[in-house]
């Protein structure tokens, strides 16, 4: 980065490297985030006696 | 003749295979194949750090004695240069270095400590060197700022093959691979390309695929022009484009700076070219300074941002090399499968 400035100006910082705001960007696509798992109830044992 | 790479290019994919299966099989099957009669290309890694990640692949191709030591051009900053075998096309080279960002873990393109070195064959003259580079500086997607310690290599003062301190680069004699095809005048496949030897190399930094694509694109051109090839009359149409849009913006001067050092070469051609280059810096940064929009932001609040100007060389530029782009592509259908000319 330098530093540049001239008497009765604002300072400006003049970066190393800058984009081109001629060339579109392309932005990566996002992976969708995993889904939550589901819980599931577990099969309730009916009560009362066994089935002969 | 100069030995710039000790290994052969099936050793190379053969250890990229391992890591990179799917890049490697897909690369070697194509990798000599020339596409719309552009240019092969080569390419050299300089690397900046200590290059530790490297290490497994360069092992694996021989190692440093073999595949470093002989070659002696390198960025005078850099710890080695890898020279990479040349490859049919853009998307090839592309591909290439993916496999290999794979095989050692870390980014190539976008890496500021990796400088990236492209390679075409053919020597262009000093004006069609001079066109290439700023064409390359205005196409990319990244403007940078130079010193000339950025373009610093082992061969700016060498006694047989003084190359400066340029952006633009020609060969050192050096071993030359021209097996590969060329469109020639007529629209004939040819199975060699024309010239036994010579090159026109571009030091293009921290890198990118599109520079790539850009370079390929516009040395092509060029060269065609001057060597009498396929592409000649585009070639010659694009530089007058490119010349009428630098008078356009006061920039002519530029292209007779000696952007490439020529063997009779005067004293202060470094600080001349120097010279143009800061100019043409400045000029891009400075659209990027003036060319703004007002976008809204969040909670209300307006900002100028940087914007694309139609009127502007950024702009003119990519829609020049988008113009070429799709005239190659769409000419190159033309010529049939058995390379001639429908």
Same mark, same amino acid.
């Not at chain 2, 980014?107 to 400590?113: K, L, Q, R, W």
């Not at chain 2, 002519?252 to 000696?258: D, E, T």
């Given at each position: 980065m330098i530093r540049a400035h001239q008497p009765g100006s604002q300072p400006i910082d003049i970066p190393e490297a800058i984009p081109n705001p001629a060339v579109p960007r392309t932005v990566p696509t996002r992976t969708p985030a995993p889904k939550e798992p589901v819980k599931v109830p577990a099969p309730q044992r009916a009560r009362g006696p066994a089935p002969p | 003749v100069l030995v710039t790479y000790a290994y052969r290019l099936q050793d190379l994919l053969s250890l990229l295979g391992t890591k990179a299966p799917e890049g490697a099989t897909a690369l070697a099957a194509k990798v000599r194949r020339v596409e719309h009669g552009l240019l092969s290309v080569g390419l050299k890694i300089h690397c900046l750090d200590d290059g530790e990640k490297f290490h497994k692949l360069i092992e694996g191709l021989g190692g440093s004695s073999r595949i470093? !030591?002989?070659?002696?051009?390198?960025? %005078?900053? %850099?710890s080695f240069c890898l020279v990479l075998p040349p490859v049919g096309s853009a998307a090839s080279a592309i591909q290439l270095i993916e496999c290999i960002e794979h095989f050692i873990g870390s980014? +190539? #393109? =976008?890496?500021?400590?990796i400088q990236l070195q492209l390679c075409s064959p053919g020597r262009l003259s000093p004006r069609a060197s001079a066109l290439l580079g700023i064409a390359f500086y205005l196409g990319s997607d990244t403007l940078r700022r130079y010193t000339q310690a950025d373009l610093q290599t082992t061969f700016q003062s060498d006694f047989h093959h003084p190359r400066g301190i340029r952006l633009v680069l020609y060969d050192a004699h050096g071993d030359f691979d021209k097996d590969f095809a060329w469109w020639n005048r007529c629209g004939v496949l040819e199975? !060699?390309?024309? #010239?036994?030897n010579g090159r026109t190399d571009l *030091? +293009? =930094?921290? =890198?990118s695929r599109l520079d790539v694509e850009n370079i390929n694109l516009v040395a092509t051109l060029l060269v065609h022009a001057e060597f009498d090839g396929f592409w000649r009359s585009l070639g010659e149409e694009f530089g007058a484009e490119m010349e009428a849009m630098l008078r356009r913006h006061i920039l002519? =001067? *530029?292209? %007779? %700076?000696?952007w490439v050092r020529e063997s009779w070469a005067q004293i202060g051609d470094d600080e001349r070219f120097f010279a143009g280059l800061q100019e043409l810096v400045a000029y891009a940064y400075g659209e990027f300074t003036r060319v703004k929009e007002r976008r809204l932001l969040l909670f209300g609040r307006w900002r100028d941002v940087p914007a694309r100007s139609p009127n502007g060389i950024l702009e003119e530029v990519q829609t020049l090399l988008a113009k070429y782009r799709k005239l190659v592509e769409t000419q190159s259908k033309l010529i049939g499968q058995a390379g001639e000319p429908v």
């Open positions: - | 470093l !030591e002989v070659n002696h051009f390198k960025d %005078a900053r %850099a980014s +190539i #393109f =976008g890496n500021s400590h199975p !060699e390309l024309p #010239f036994t *030091l +293009i =930094g921290s =890198g002519s =001067g *530029l292209v %007779a %700076a000696p």
